[in-house]
């Protein structure tokens, strides 16, 4: 690379350093991304390519991530629930085998390692309320909660099994505070943490 390029394009990383350390992610001093659980399917065209990918397999990962910001701790996700590690077979969540969770390390103890107590967390906001991403949940009832309101009526509300909900997994968060949300929003004001709205696999996912 000639000389002036090099220059050029050394002054272009150091903006986008400049950039990354700075407006971005003002508050974050850490992100943890958490193991919260895999699903394997033996056959992938079932639920997610219909038509395609018939009788393949796949093992899908499902992450949280715990984000230490200076106002706090806020956790995205509290993935499939700690006591499916005790059935190392796993969980079967759907007929002949075409769903099936697993977990091999517990959230609990992944925070234990990390030093972080649930009743640290300030503030939480899951993705959606199906099994795989509020399977912890009842951990964190200190944690102010962002849920899209759609989202939210339907989990707290008279019907959660009718978009495929299971209460007993979240239900201790029915006292929390809540901010309802109504598309994205920024957790902090910093551009550091935005919640994006994407409806369609749940109300407000
Ligand atoms: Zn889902």
């Not at 390029?5 to 992100?31: D, K």
Request: with cysteine.
């Amino acid at each position: 690379m000639p000389i002036r390029l090099r220059r050029w394009a050394a002054l272009a990383v150091c903006f986008l350093a400049q950039c990354l350390a700075g407006a971005a992610w003002a508050g974050v001093e850490r992100l943890y991304v958490l193991n919260c659980g895999t699903s394997k399917t033996k056959d992938l065209s079932a639920n997610w390519s219909p038509g395609a990918n018939v009788g393949v397999a796949w093992e899908f990962s499902n992450h949280c991530y715990l984000i230490k910001h200076s106002q706090g701790w806020f956790l995205w996700d509290a993935g499939m629930a700690d006591e499916i590690a005790a059935q190392p077979d796993g969980l079967p969540a759907a007929a002949n085998g075409l769903l099936t969770l697993y977990v091999t390390k517990t959230l609990a103890a992944q925070l234990e390692e990390i030093e972080v107590a649930p009743s640290d967390v300030h503030a939480a906001a899951f993705s959606h309320f199906h099994a795989d991403h509020v399977g912890d949940a009842n951990l964190f009832t200190k944690a102010h909660l962002y849920v899209q309101a759609a989202e939210y009526d339907a989990a707290f509300g008279a019907e959660p099994q009718k978009f495929g909900f299971q209460p007993a997994l979240y239900d201790k968060l029915r006292a929390n505070a809540v901010t309802k949300l109504n598309g994205d929003h920024d957790v902090y004001g910093d551009g550091s943490v935005v919640i994006l709205a994407t409806p369609g696999h749940t109300a407000g996912h």
